[in-house]
């Protein structure tokens, strides 16, 4: 059973920063592209950056330059580093194995306000 927890999230000023992690179980992590999501009220579901098995990254929109992604497969753990803060960036904050959202697990809020 595919299980994924994120955490590290919390109350951060603009122009912050917070690294997020995710432990993932029940499946082999390792040989899984992995997604960063995010919702909000207003925007719903959005994608925020992948990385392959391969490590490769992808980012999408205004994470761009600002987050960086990584994954330890000895540890089953996916992380995500958000630098630069914007209260734009507030949202509960998933993990998922790329193209399956459905199954996101439990996510952490971040808000950025001052």
């Known amino acids: 059973d595919v299980q994924l927890q994120a955490c590290g999230g919390g109350l951060v000023q603009p122009g912050g920063s917070l690294r997020l992690s995710c432990v993932a179980s029940?499946?082999?992590?390792?040989?899984?592209?992995m997604s960063w999501l995010r919702q909000t009220q207003g925007k719903g579901l959005e994608r925020v950056a992948d990385i392959m098995n391969d490590d490769k990254t992808a980012y999408v929109g205004s994470a761009k330059g600002r987050f960086t992604i990584s994954r330890d497969n000895a540890k089953n753990t996916l992380y995500l580093q958000m630098n630069s803060l914007k209260p734009d960036d507030t949202a509960v904050y998933y993990c998922?194995?790329?193209?399956?959202?459905?199954?996101r697990g439990q996510g952490t809020q971040v808000t950025v306000s001052s």
């Open positions: 029940g499946y082999a992590f390792k040989n899984f592209a």
């Open positions: 998922s194995r790329r193209g399956d959202q459905g199954r």
